[in-house]
Structure formats: structure tokens, C-alpha cells
């Protein structure tokens, strides 16, 4: 089965996520993987879905335009090809972690904490940021899920990252993260 990403942005309005979903559902796709979120007014979308075989790029923007163009979105669909992950040594033998960072809003903390991040082996899994405060004295908020390398000490990792992180002026605190539990 053919795998697609589909990305989309307009201003937040009801109604977004049904229609996308619906167009997708009437076109037989299967969303797999999404987030789906508001950014300053703006509702940002990005999905994996599969299609049948004879599904392509063009058959989901044509199923997709007329929710783009009822909502004013800015849509992009993409055929993906198989992710390779590596047998060992890498992803597959990483350890989940978060790292939750708070401060004074400035220029370069997203750079200077997922620098640290990379060199250390890690990986960011998921990343969100806010401003939060009134706007005289706005607090800068984020929060990454990540992957370290189990080897050789994921704890040690996670200090020198909260240590960068705390160079920059923040608050940063580092856990490992507890097993997800349906």
C-alpha cells in the first residue's frame, strides 16, 4: 500500500479535521499516523495515511481540494517511501525521554537545546513550544519527547543536555519517561 504525508495550515475554524478526514475516508484511506494542533490562530495538520494501489499524489489533492478550498488551506501531499530504521546500535535501541525547558523568551533556545540533543545521539520524537505570560513578559515554554542511546549512559547524556539547556538561561528539567499504559 502506497503511503502519503499530507500537510495543511489555514486559520483555526470548525470543521477542519472532518472535513480532511472525510475526504480521506470517502478516497478508502487509513489515517495512520497524525498531529494536529493550533498555532497562533492557525490550525497546522500532518498526517501518514495509506492508499489503495491505484491512489497517487494527484488523486488526493483532487479528493482534498474542495475541503482546501472551503477552509483556505495551504495543502501539500507527498508519496513517502519505506522508513528505514536501523537493526541496532541506533533507534531501535534508544530510550525515551523528556525534556521540559521554561524561561525568559529569546532568540536560539530551540537551536541550543536540540543542538545538544544531536550530540549526544538523541533524537526528537516530538516538540512543542509556547509563550505563555502576559505579553510584557512573555515565558517561553517547551517541551520535547526524545530518544537517547542506551548505550553507553543515558543519564549522563540527559545532564550535559539539561546543563546546555541551563547555559542558555532557562529552567530545564530531564526525565526518563515511564511506559505508556492503555
Excluded: K
Excluded at 478516497?27 to 494536529?36: A, F, R, V
Excluded at 500532518?46 to 488523486?59: E, F, I, K, N, Y
Excluded at 524561561?103 to 544531536?118: E, K
Aim: charged residues 15%; hydrophobic residues 45%.
Amino acid at each position: 500500500m502506497p503511503r502519503f504525508s499530507l500537510s495543511a495550515v489555514g486559520a483555526d475554524r470548525p470543521g477542519i479535521v472532518a472535513g480532511v478526514s472525510g475526504a480521506l475516508v470517502d478516497l478508502g484511506c487509513n489515517l495512520e499516523d497524525s498531529t494536529m494542533t493550533i498555532l497562533q490562530g492557525y490550525f497546522a495538520i500532518l498526517l501518514v495515511v495509506s492508499a489503495g494501489s491505484s491512489v497517487g499524489v494527484g488523486d488526493l489533492e483532487a479528493a482534498l481540494a474542495p475541503v482546501a478550498s472551503r477552509f483556505d488551506l495551504v495543502l501539500t501531499v507527498r508519496l513517502l517511501g519505506d522508513a528505514q530504521l536501523p537493526e541496532s546500535g541506533g533507534l531501535a535501541d534508544a530510550v525515551p525521554w523528556t525534556i521540559a525547558v521554561h524561561g525568559a523568551d529569546r532568540t536560539g533556545i530551540v537551536h541550543g537545546v536540540t543542538s545538544a540533543l544531536a550530540a549526544e545521539g538523541g533524537n526528537v520524537v516530538d516538540l512543542s513550544t509556547h509563550l505563555v505570560g502576559s505579553s510584557g513578559a512573555p515565558v517561553y515554554v517547551m517541551t520535547l519527547r526524545v530518544t537517547l542511546p542506551a548505550e553507553p549512559d543515558p543519564a549522563a547524556a540527559a545532564e550535559r543536555i539539561r546543563r546546555a539547556a541551563e547555559a542558555l538561561g532557562v529552567h530545564c528539567t530531564v526525565h526518563p519517561d515511564e511506559s505508556d499504559t492503555l
